[in-house]
């Protein structure tokens, strides 16, 4: 059986040209060998290609991009010492699929000969601190795939290249282990710890990157310098203006000696901070090589100086040659193994990160938080058409592949935070908006078919992206038809909101039961809105009990009555406002009630604030409004509630749906932003939600790495080292991606504030949480960046500030939870059903006569409550990319948090898996073939499970990966 899958595992690798090559050598085999007795300089040549930043991605490629590439090709046939890392795969699949077959065979030979290395291998090189894990895996998916077809073997990158993100989170160093990587490389971290790493000589150190996964240690090396840039002085690509090597001793400028003694002072001063006898020199910075002959015919003079003009440093000889990182990382094993030197070992993350004691990289945890969200709308859409393009066993990569590609880029560090210019965002809004839109158009036919049972069917469903704004053209008319398509692997109710144009409706579900639903005014006038239609009212309904991958019909037809009011209130979940102030004043949850206040405020900031950095002006926060808040009641069939209003520009929605007693939510709408203080003069507005409670915390407070795993933080405090509070604010933010969570230990009690996309959170008191929802930034922060944008973040639309809509759900009990999961397991349902909510598709086309399946599931059961299919995507012919994951940590709940067993023999209704083969979880290595470099001190090697009778076992947090051979068992 194996054999077989092998072939389908491989065919992909067969290139439609006729390229050839002598048997591969790279990978570590091709290293250079590094000597025992001297000190081992690897000089590592490469380009930092942003997929959008200063220019759009399209820009970038075609200035610059291109001419990197083409010119670092011809620059490495000259000499077979040379090397060169390659890190963009969106980049590069671009000049690829331009270039001629001896183009191609030259890159082959130079992939094959190691001196042309591919490290990191995503689509893009992405953020770690806004982004959620699952568009992680899936942006590495994309790439590696590319390579894995298209390159073979010899394109498997080894290493994680993460060096110029700002900050790096400690999920990321699990994904890369999981990924197969030995190591990953990075310049940003905190200038204390650098500085402690160095003088420690731990800047080369074991990461963990899970507690719950043994295997999860990756090597991890620390840059000497707070950049990846060539060393001061010895940067000679076109645009540099450092003096060059010079090495004709009859000429008068000559000055080889004098530049090989002075870049030998700079090498002790690196070697003084690291363990072993190896360190790392970056040579390259962004988009460099575009002249690659200069560059390479200078560092040819540098390396053989040193062979002239031997240099020494603790009484060793200082070798320099050309390297990668990956023979860096084989240097530094060796090292440690023939030593049995035990590396540091780090098990908590490098955020935020900090260049000096004001300078917190902590703003763009929120900046641009309208981009933040549309990200997890984009995921949300990617992973229910892979689903539905696999359950319908149709083609779908022509339509859909536009928005992996999107999703791909919008990972990219200067894309989901925000750190862009204005142009730039506008384009990544464009590219994520059409494949978007493209992909609806491909997903039609296929839920269409399924309901109609007619093949290439279209009901012309729209997926209302902007419903935002109360815009969606179908849900204006006076009949229309709504499929609610659940991407989760088990049953799940949940509200559904669509912009209406009128107050009563008739609502039925697949069984021609009327249903219950609400309509009220939204919640502010989007009349400023123009040329897109928009509708006065929203309405609301439940659908309840969705199947797992699968969907239900309803209809909807507008009626002249108006249905009466059920009841108000929710015996197990309320909420208690404060007449004389109009704010939160208790919560009732999970048979507790608990005084807790919540108010909106905000900081003021100034020239050092901006897209980056949060530098508040003063450490005080100002309300929103000096006066009490106006409140308006709420009383429906579906949810109860009240409006607030803070400030015209500032308002909310606190609601508590009847027949869900896990979550309050609290919806709020901030904007425009006047960015004028009293006297006119400009200042930032960066506006938090602040809850205050009684619980005692002892400066303690949690939150997720990347929607897994949780990280306890401390108020003033790191462990790794000593921490200085130069700024006690921004110093004390940390990334939110999906919750943040308060414990009373001594109680017993504990409260969760959960995200609807990436947001900066803190608790600067006990019992208090605060997060920022919103940035109004009228200045540039390249004092303190030193990242030039040019441009501030006071975003604007429709002539006015930006106005940003989104919400927050809020859980709250005893650690020991309902009565029947813990409560951190309550917290992991909701954020799982906001992560990959239930998606509308709306039409108003007459489809009433084509109804035939009102629901459908393409699962035989759902799967139990700690167990979710992760991907499910089609590959190739009869194959598909199957990933379980466990979503529980260890310890978090007695029941859902032990090991369980998924049976994949008879799940699928549309199709049958008849062989499965598992792989590293990029999906692109055979998990039983790959094998990662062992430590001293660490358990670096995955266990392998086998599967019998397609029986696979996970444990807590782990995500298995397969190639699942189907038969299709129901042709649509």
Not at 12 to 20: A, D, E
Not at 135 to 141: F, N, V
Not at 917 to 932: A, K, M, P, Q
């Amino acid at each position: 059986m194996r054999s077989l899958f092998l072939f389908v595992f491989l065919v992909l690798r067969v290139s439609s040209t006729p390229l050839h090559f002598d048997e591969p050598s790279c990978g570590y085999t091709s290293c250079p060998q590094a000597d025992a007795d001297s000190l081992n300089v690897h000089l590592i040549p490469h380009s930092h290609d942003d997929l959008g930043w200063l220019k759009t991605v399209d820009k970038y490629y075609f200035e610059d991009v291109q001419n990197v590439i083409g010119s670092v090709i011809g620059a490495l046939k000259q000499n077979t010492n040379r090397t060169f890392i390659q890190v963009e795969t969106a980049y590069f699949k671009r000049w690829w699929d331009k270039q001629s077959d001896s183009t191609k065979q030259d890159v082959l030979e130079l992939l094959n000969s190691g001196q042309f290395e591919i490290i990191n291998g995503g689509w893009s090189m992405n953020d770690e601190a806004a982004v959620n894990y699952q568009s992680t895996i899936d942006q590495y998916t994309l790439g590696l795939r590319f390579l894995e077809d298209t390159l073979g073997a010899c394109a498997r990158p080894r290493v994680g290249w993460q060096i110029d993100t700002f900050g790096h989170s400690r999920e990321q160093a699990s994904i890369s282990a999981q990924l197969g990587f030995d190591s990953l490389f990075f310049m940003r971290l905190d200038y204390r710890d650098r500085q402690k790493r160095l003088n420690d000589k731990t800047a080369d150190l074991l990461w963990k990157g899970s507690q719950s996964l043994d295997s999860s240690y990756i090597f991890t090396s620390v840059f000497y310098r707070d950049t990846y840039s060539f060393p001061s002085g010895f940067c000679f690509d076109i645009v540099c203006q450092d003096e060059p090597i010079i090495d004709d001793e009859e000429s008068p400028d000559y000055n080889l000696e004098r530049r090989v003694n002075e870049f030998a002072e700079y090498v002790r001063g690196q070697a003084s901070g690291f363990p072993s006898n190896n360190i790392l020199v970056p040579m390259g910075d962004d988009v460099r090589y575009q002249a690659a002959f200069t560059n390479y015919i200078n560092i040819d003079r540098l390396i053989q100086g040193f062979e002239r003009f031997p240099q020494t440093v603790d009484g060793k000889t200082i070798k320099v040659f050309y390297s990668t990182p990956s023979c860096y990382t084989k240097a530094v094993n060796e090292f440690a193994n023939n030593n049995n030197y035990y590396l540091d070992v780090k098990t908590d993350d490098f955020l935020p990160y900090a260049t000096d004691g004001y300078g917190y990289w902590s703003g763009f945890y929120t900046s641009r938080p309208s981009t933040k969200r549309f990200e997890r709308q984009g995921n949300n859409f990617l992973q229910l058409s892979k689903q539905l393009a696999a359950v319908s066993n149709q083609p779908y990569e022509n339509d859909i592949t536009p928005l992996k590609e999107a999703m791909g880029i919008i990972q990219h560090h200067d894309a989901i935070t925000g750190t862009e210019k204005q142009d730039v965002l506008k384009d990544y809004h464009r590219m994520l908006y059409d494949s978007l839109e493209k992909a609806n158009k491909a997903i039609d036919p296929l839920l269409s078919t399924l309901i109609s049972g007619i093949p290439d069917d279209s009901f012309q469903f729209e997926t209302c992206l902007l419903s935002n704004i109360s815009s969606c053209s179908a849900s204006r008319s006076i009949r229309f038809t709504v499929a609610v398509y659940n991407p989760l692997s088990r049953v799940v109710s949940s509200p559904i909101d669509l912009p209406v144009s009128a107050q009563s409706w008739t609502i039925l579900d697949p069984n021609g039961n009327q249903i219950d639903y609400q309509v009220e005014p939204t919640i502010i006038d989007f009349s400023y809105v123009t040329n897109v239609p928009t509708s006065p009212y929203t309405l609301s309904f439940i659908a309840e009990d969705l199947p797992p991958l699968g969907f239900k019909i309803y209809t909807f037809e507008q009626t002249a009555v108006k249905p009466s009011t059920l009841f108000y209130g929710n015996e197990n979940t309320s909420f208690e406002i404060d007449e004389a102030s109009g704010l939160l004043k208790s919560i009732t949850m999970n048979g507790v009630t608990m005084e807790i206040s919540q108010d909106l405020y905000y900081y003021k900031s100034g020239s050092y604030s901006g897209a980056y950095i949060f530098v508040p002006l003063v450490n005080e926060k100002y309300r929103v409004t000096a006066n009490s808040v106006k409140i308006t009641p709420i009383s429906g069939s579906v949810y109860q509630g009240v409006i607030q209003e803070f400030a015209s520009w500032a308002k909310q929605i606190i609601k508590v749906y009847n027949n869900d007693n896990s979550h309050i939510e609290v919806e709020w709408i901030v904007g425009p932003i006047d960015v004028r203080d009293e006297t006119g003069e400009e200042v930032g507005k960066e506006v938090v939600s602040l809850f205050t409670t009684p619980l005692q915390t002892d400066g303690n407070f949690y939150t997720d790495s990347n929607g897994r795993e949780m990280l306890k933080r401390t108020r003033n405090y790191r462990p790794t080292f000593d921490y200085t509070n130069e700024e006690p604010i921004a110093g004390n933010y940390h990334p939110v991606t999906s919750r943040i969570v308060l414990k009373d230990e001594e109680q017993g009690l504990e409260l969760a504030i959960l995200t609807d996309r990436s947001q900066g959170g803190t608790s600067l008191e006990d019992g208090q949480v605060e997060i920022m929802i919103q940035r109004a930034c009228p200045h540039n922060d390249f004092k303190r960046s030193h990242r030039n944008v040019g441009d501030s973040i006071n975003d604007q639309e429709y002539g006015q500030g930006v106005i940003i809509r989104g919400k927050h759900y809020l859980v709250l009990g005893p650690t020991t939870g309902d009565g029947e999961r813990s409560l951190a397991a309550v917290q992991r349902d909701v954020a799982q059903r906001k992560l990959l909510a239930p998606w509308p598709f709306v039409t108003n086309q007459e489809v009433s006569s084509r109804l035939k399946n009102l629901q459908f599931s393409a699962l035989k059961q759902p799967l139990s409550d700690n167990v979710q299919i992760l991907t499910l995507e089609p590959w190739n012919d009869d194959v598909v990319l199957l990933r379980l994951e466990h979503i529980f940590e260890k310890g978090e709940d007695e029941t859902l948090s032990q090991e369980v067993t998924v049976d994949l023999s008879d799940l699928f209704t549309t199709f049958t898996i008849t062989e499965l083969v598992e792989t590293t979880l990029g999906g692109n290595i055979l998990l039983d073939e790959h094998v990662r470099m062992e430590w001293p001190g660490a358990d670096n090697v995955a266990t392998v499970t086998d599967v019998d009778d397609f029986k696979v076992v996970l444990t807590p947090m782990q995500i298995r990966t397969f190639l699942a051979k189907i038969v299709v068992n129901r042709i649509l």
